[in-house]
């Protein structure tokens, strides 16, 4: 999938340049959506630093990086949910996540509860086959002091705990936020936007 997005996004890059000539060429940025201002108008993403399409996102590059969204809604896709999860390694039971105050990355360890692993979108762990819709794929359960978080992409559904000051942190700390695809010519403004982790490739 994250290797068929590249090659799509090359296709749309040379589109990009050639519309009006004489103009300067644009660049493009991508990464995962921490914060997302509908009143300002404004993105803030955390870039994914790796460039190799063949390898899973790398989404460390700090400092955290804003830009205005498109002013044509033709070039905006849609609206980005922000999370602040960068990353669950269920291997090593850790979790890490991008605390605002700090403006910084926090690993933390955590109890596991539960892990099951090669999870399909259409389980029904996951998928609601009454309603044909996806069940929510972060639960935060503070009376039971647990977290449940189903990753698409790593196709695990994980519960655990963590110690009892970060139940304190908002739902969204635990939820990955969606990775977006930034076209621009100006640092800090988005010609175009593509939301990524809501655009299906394979739709007709």
């Known amino acids: 999938m994250r290797k068929l997005l590249f ?5 749309m890059v040379p589109v990009f340049l050639l519309t009006g000539c004489g103009q300067e060429f ?4 991508q990464g995962r959506t921490i914060a997302f201002d509908k009143a300002k108008k404004t993105v803030t993403l955390i870039r994914d630093t790796n460039t190799d399409p063949n390898k899973q996102p790398n989404y460390n590059g700090l400092p955290p990086v804003t830009y205005a969204i498109p002013t044509d809604p033709a070039e905006m896709g849609p609206e980005p949910k922000p999370g602040g999860r960068m990353k669950i390694d269920t291997k090593k039971n850790q979790i890490v996540i991008f ?3 700090e403006q910084n ?6 109890k596991l509860i539960e892990q099951k692993e090669n999870i399909e979108r259409n389980n029904p762990l ?5 309603t044909e819709k996806a069940k929510p794929n ?11 978080i189903y990753s698409a992409r790593q196709k695990t559904y994980t519960v655990f705990s963590v110690p009892d000051e970060y139940f304190a942190y908002p739902d ?9 695809r930034i076209y621009y010519k100006e640092p800090g403004k988005a010609s175009r936007l593509m939301n990524v982790s809501k655009t299906d490739i394979y739709k007709k």
């Open 126 to 130: 996951v998928f609601d086959k009454a």
């Open 7 to 11: 090659i799509v996004t090359c296709l």
């Open 26 to 29: 644009g660049k493009v940025d």
């Open 138 to 148: 972060l639960i935060v359960d503070r009376e039971k002091k647990t977290i449940t």
């Open 172 to 180: 969204s700390t635990w939820d990955a936020g969606d990775e977006v």
């Open 105 to 110: 990355f926090k690993t933390i360890d955590y």
């Open 99 to 101: 605390d605002p105050k």
